[in-house]
């Protein structure tokens, strides 16, 4: 655990170096499982953006979360290293690669976009209007069929239970603020210029996703030079918990191999 200019990160194990990004939801304590298992290969990273855990950071726009990468990875010195981006944080590390494209290994975009469309304003509107009152059940039940796919749902309810109660507990007024000013951080974002994207790069897209669905995946796919797109099915947007074994799996082949 340590900090460097108010950003909140963590390293966990030994190998090469693996930097994972949150989520618009998220924060380190998100990938507790995660680090357990890539641990075992990978020296870890993980951080929280400004606005989001224990990252004590002014931000306004998407370029703001860009410069606390750069800045942390400036930090710890590492010569190479692998970027994981999840949906927000795929956000941030496409227009990381876009602005700088240095220094990285190989890259992994899950349920990323590279454009926030009408469609994509209209569900951060819909996630604003659930933060409002900053009632954690009132959010969870606006927001979060966005996030699981309908197979999750109605397998997994029990489990979906469990993290309703945990978000009354852990969602404050400072949580939603935060996250009200990340949805609006990246109102504007587009990836136009993909000439710096020359690392081998794996995409993951899941079949239940409605907020990046795989034919966007895929036309990011088709931008992304020596990229390989893998489709998980009877999940949605949150494809990293839903199927986690899995998916860790195959990034883990990915970056390995």
């Known amino acids: 655990m340590a900090e460097f200019n108010g950003i909140y990160y963590e390293v966990h194990g030994s190998g090469e170096p693996l930097i994972i990004t949150n989520g618009i ?6 990938w507790r499982w995660h680090i357990e298992y890539f641990k075992r ?19 306004k726009v998407l370029d703001d979360q860009v410069e606390v990468l750069r800045g942390l990875m400036k930090q710890l010195g590492f010569q190479k290293y692998h970027l994981l981006g999840l949906s927000y944080g795929g956000q941030v590390v496409l227009r990381y690669v876009e602005k700088y494209g240095e220094m990285i290994n190989k890259l992994v ?33 606006l927001a979060l069929p966005f996030v699981y796919g309908k197979t ?6 029990s489990f979906l239970e469990q993290r309703k109660e945990a978000f009354k507990l852990l969602l404050k007024q400072e949580w939603f603020d935060g996250f009200i000013k990340l949805t609006e951080s990246n109102e504007d974002f587009e990836i136009k210029d ?64």
């Open 109 to 141: 975009f899950s349920n990323t976009c590279s454009k926030v469309d009408n469609f994509l304003l209209a569900v951060g509107k819909v996630w604003k209007y659930g933060s409002k009152d900053y009632d954690p059940v009132v959010f969870f039940d």
């Open 152 to 157: 999750f749902y109605n397998t997994k309810y």
């Open 41 to 59: 290969y990978f020296t870890v990273i993980v951080f929280d953006f400004a606005g989001q855990g224990r990252t004590k950071r002014e931000f």
């Open 194 to 257: 993909f000439s710096k994207f020359t690392f081998p790069t794996l995409l993951i897209a899941s079949d239940e996703d409605i907020v990046t669905p795989y034919k966007e995946m895929k036309e990011l796919s088709k931008n992304i030079k020596n990229s390989e797109l893998v489709l998980l099915h009877n999940a949605g947007h949150g494809v990293f918990l839903e199927k986690k074994e899995l998916w860790s799996s195959i990034i883990t082949g990915f970056l390995l191999g």
């Open 25 to 30: 939801m998220m924060s380190v304590e998100s």
